[in-house]
């Protein structure tokens, strides 16, 4: 809870300030949690966060007792510092919150009363460095619910978050703190500030105006409601879409059912101690493996409607949260003097509105649906007259066009994408790009999958960070994959804290000793989330208001994809794509059919992705008056995508009812981040080739300087000047997805 995460709205931004994810996670918890409390919840905690009034500050207390031998009172005597995890029992996190949360009041309340006039130190300074005991818990509480969660830690979720949404309420509206927090910016330019000092200031003031620091004492209250209603119900949409997941189960006693599915994937599915039974779920990578490999087409069906009706009806229906979030993120707006909640977030992004972030998507949509008309055509040739292509059927009929086209099937790439060593190619990766060094440790994780990796200067042998990676699927961890972290950097009065950074990836973990083969796209996510784990890490910044992943979602993003581009250069494949058996290296014949292919299906996936990205700008371009006439979530997800002519076999990546990247995530009004990213990535990869080195030293530094260790501390768009030398272009983007490229830059 660094002062970033106290002004940005909330709960629902505690985990966007802490992590970051790929465009395909399926972010089932990540952030803002659920205020519905079960019957054997702590009657105190549910009366103190149901009672207090909007914007106040509610009565807390705890006891000696309750704190007795609490692990996080304690300084960590454990190597790098990391969380005792096995010594922090569920019960310690709640008296831990309300000790951290009576100690910020505190620290806050001296920042107040402090007699001296308001200075830099003793206000913006001191603000950035409160709440350090409630930083410490939060950090570990929301990783742990995202990797290793529970029915009481599910609890703990629906008291902590809307408890810490009021805290953060009452500080922002604090009237006094305010006045002297604009005391010292209308001074700034009589402060002598350096670069850093500046920053800070100009973020902190920022922070507190989007918060709503300057409203009517009426309005603030109105806010202060909203944001604590808006809290409960993201953390119940987020929970009804884990539920929902882990509770779609088919099992197969039949072999033949399961035709065409490789056999590593069917040792991989098996069920524990039953050697005729086979579990299908519709976590991501068991799904889309299935739905690739699998002959049987009405289990595809059975899969495919599995996958997109999550959380769409009964006791997890995630329809009238939808609409009541949107209505509320709308009504909340509206207070602040916004068209729209888009209108809200957009404005300190690098879009600055949604009608340009549409204007943007629309001009990749056009080709990207044009080609995915001409690839259904292809599959529906390639069936003939024996039935109708569906959706059900995209996966399989595309990836037998893909092995007719380029004679290339991506099963025989897995055996030279082994994870270990797919992971120390990202390594070297970075080792090469920003001369640093990656060693194993041994380090107690949270999970016993959990590995860890020091990340030192190469040079000087200087501690930048801990990197922990956690790589595999299990029933208590949440869809997808993203980085976060447990503890922040920072460097303010000689005392250098460097960071603990992890990433979390969903693979399907293979039968005891044998090996985790990786599918390219798996690969392409693993080089990502290290990207934005190098964001973490090798951050130079002093104040944790805007260290490491910081900068507003469509910028955040690139640091992420930008890596992806090495994952699949040849040179790179050369060095870790070694077949797990023989380690021959991969062949450059499979490489060149692989690069050939890789456009494969582009229609598909663009259009996908798109269709969800404007689905979420129509969520949140609504007016509080539009938001309110909205009564069906299908419904008006259908106009949505019957407006921009999306075709019925496609759906889009996210239905409305399990897109938690906008409804239970810090992703509202931003998804479309990942394809604006693109442009920088796209043509900041584009800056490397054209110089005939992917590992160009210059360029390797300007990159590590202006973005890897910048953090927040410039505007996104000159950052990346910094590293470029120019703006970017569309062009590049348009390339590499195989689209034709115009003058206009439309396709």
């Known amino acids: 809870m660094t002062l970033k995460t106290i002004l940005m709205g909330g709960a629902a931004m505690l985990a966007v300030a802490i992590s970051a994810c790929s465009p395909a996670e399926d972010s089932a918890n990540s952030a803002s949690k659920d205020a ?183 309005v603030k209250d109105q806010v202060a409601d909203i944001n604590s209603q808006i809290s409960s119900l993201t953390t119940k949409f987020g929970q009804n879409l884990l539920r929902s997941t882990k509770a779609f189960r088919i099992e197969v006693t039949d072999e033949a059912e399961l035709a065409g599915l490789s ?57 009238p949260i939808a609409i009541e979030i949107a209505q509320l993120r709308a009504k909340r707006a509206e207070l602040m003097g916004y068209p729209n909640h888009a209108a809200y977030v957009l404005e300190t992004n690098m879009a600055k509105t949604p009608e340009g972030a549409e204007e943007f998507l629309l001009r990749v949509w056009r080709p990207g649906l044009a080609q995915a008309k001409a690839e259904r055509a292809e599959m529906q040739e390639l069936i003939g007259d024996e039935f109708t292509f569906e959706g059900q059927d995209w996966w399989y009929y595309s990836e037998k066009v893909r092995q007719n086209k380029y004679a290339f099937d991506d099963n025989a790439l897995k055996p030279y994408f082994e994870l270990g060593a797919v992971q120390q190619g990202a390594f070297d990766v970075a080792s090469r790009l920003f001369n640093i060094e990656i060693t194993p440790v041994d380090v107690e994780g949270w999970n016993p999958v959990v590995n860890s990796f020091e990340v030192t200067d190469a040079e000087t042998g200087e501690f930048l960070g801990l990197f922990m990676s956690d790589m595999y699927a299990r029933d208590s961890k949440r869809g997808g994959a993203w980085m976060s972290t447990f503890r922040v950097a920072s460097d303010v009065d000689g005392e250098d804290i460097r960071p603990i950074v992890s990433n979390n990836l969903n693979l399907i973990q293979p039968p005891e000793g044998q090996p985790t083969l990786m599918r390219f796209d798996e690969v392409t996510t693993l080089f990502h989330e290290f990207g934005h784990g190098l964001h973490g890490l090798l951050t130079q910044i002093r104040y944790k208001n805007f260290s490491g ?85 299908r419904a008006f997800e259908k106009s949505v995508l019957d407006k921009y002519g999306l075709i019925e076999e496609i759906e889009p990546r996210y239905r409305s009812n399990y ?40 360029l390797a530094a300007k990159l590590k300087q202006w973005v890897y260790e910048s953090g927040g501390l410039r505007e996104a768009d000159e950052l990346y000047r910094n590293f470029r030398g120019s703006d970017p272009t569309i062009e590049p983007l348009l390339r590499n997805r195989g689209f034709e490229v115009t003058e206009q830059g439309d396709g």
């Open 36 to 218: 519905t409390l079960e019957a054997d919840t702590p009657a105190a905690a549910g009366a103190e966060a149901a009672t207090a009034e909007p914007g106040a500050l509610q009565e807390i207390s705890v006891t000696d007792e309750e704190l007795e031998g609490n692990p996080f009172l304690e300084e960590w005597d454990t190597p790098f510092g990391v969380p005792p995890f096995s010594e922090i029992d569920d019960e310690e996190y709640l008296p831990a919150i309300k000790k951290g949360i009576l100690d910020a009041r505190a620290e806050v309340e001296a920042i107040i009363e402090n007699e001296e006039e308001p200075t830099f130190e003793n206000t913006i300074v001191a603000l950035d460095e409160t709440a350090p005991l409630v930083t410490k818990v939060v950090l570990v509480f929301s990783n742990i619910t995202g990797t290793d969660t529970n029915d009481r830690l599910r609890e703990l979720e629906g008291v902590i978050y809307p408890m810490l949404t009021r805290e953060q309420d009452a500080m922002v509206f604090n009237q006094d703190l305010w006045q002297r927090v604009k005391t010292v910016y209308e001074q700034r330019d009589t402060l002598d500030l350096d670069e850093q000092d500046a920053r800070l200031l100009e973020l902190t003031h920022r922070q507190f105006t989007r918060a709503g620091a300057d409203l009517p004492q009426d």
């Open 263 to 319: 056999q590593d994937f069917k040792d991989a599915i098996k069920m524990d101690g039953d050697e005729d039974k086979w579990l299908l779920t519709v976590d991501r990578s068991v799904y889309e493996t299935f739905m690739t490999q699998s002959e049987n087409r009405d289990l595809r069906k059975k899969m495919f409607d599995g996958y997109r009706l999550r959380a769409s009806e009964g006791e997890f229906d995630n329809g």
């Open 659 to 698: 897109f938690s990247h906008i409804f239970a995530g810090g992703y509202s009004a931003g998804y479309y981040a990942y394809l604006w990213s693109e442009i920088l990535d796209a043509d900041g990869y584009e800056a490397f080739k054209e110089t005939g080195d992917i590992f160009n030293p210059e």
């Open 549 to 633: 992943v910081d900068g507003p979602r469509d910028y955040t993003e690139f640091p992420a994809q930008i890596l992806e581009h090495w994952a699949g250069a040849p040179e790179v494949l050369e060095e870790y794509a070694k077949h797990y058996e023989t380690g021959e290296t991969i062949p450059l014949e499979l490489i060149e059919r692989m690069n050939e292919a890789s456009n494969h299906n582009q229609g598909f996936s663009t259009t996908e992705y798109i269709a969800a990205s404007l689905l979420d700008l129509n969520w949140h371009m609504l007016s509080y008056d539009e938001a309110m006439e909205i009564e069906d979530a």
